[in-house]
């Protein structure tokens, strides 16, 4: 039972974390910032939760495979679900991957006055959008696999 506590706060806590990020803070900043400071603070906080949400990944990760082998179960027990659900996952880790280690630090680097770097941080914000997305339906998939017949 434990083991299963530990992988739901992880993942209240992953998921928490993007739904923070996309639902209050990045709206909240305050008009009166300049693209300077915004940038500045998006980093300082995105840096902080980087570690942290890389943490519950690894959690996430170690704790299902715990659960599978307490149960006795394996991959091909659940069947179809389980693949779609570690599918997701897959696609959910590549895509913070990506956002956090290549084109977030990248669009931190580029000179704000380009063009380019305009279009890129756009990317990078539709990106952790559409990772919180493939992230519920994580969790959507997980709920699925509890309450299967």
Excluded: C
Aim: hydrophobic content about 55%; glycine content about 8%; cysteine-free.
């Amino acid at each position: 039972m434990i083991i299963i506590w530990i992988h739901l706060v992880a993942a209240m806590f992953w998921i928490g974390g993007m739904l923070f990020f996309v639902l209050v803070f990045i709206p909240s900043l305050q008009e009166d910032l300049s693209n300077t400071q915004k940038t500045a603070l998006i980093s300082r906080v995105g840096k902080r939760f980087r570690t942290s949400g890389w943490i519950a990944l690894g959690i996430l990760f170690g704790t299902g495979l715990l659960s599978l082998y307490h149960r006795g179960l394996s991959l091909a027990d659940y069947g179809k679900p389980l693949w779609i659900k570690l599918a997701l996952v897959f696609l959910m880790v590549s895509l913070s991957f990506l956002h956090d280690m290549v084109l977030g630090p990248r669009s931190i680097r580029i000179s704000q006055t380009t063009t380019g770097s305009h279009r890129l941080r756009i990317m990078v914000r539709w990106m952790a959008r559409f990772n919180l997305i493939v992230g519920l339906l994580v969790v959507l998939a997980a709920v699925y696999l509890v309450h299967a017949p």
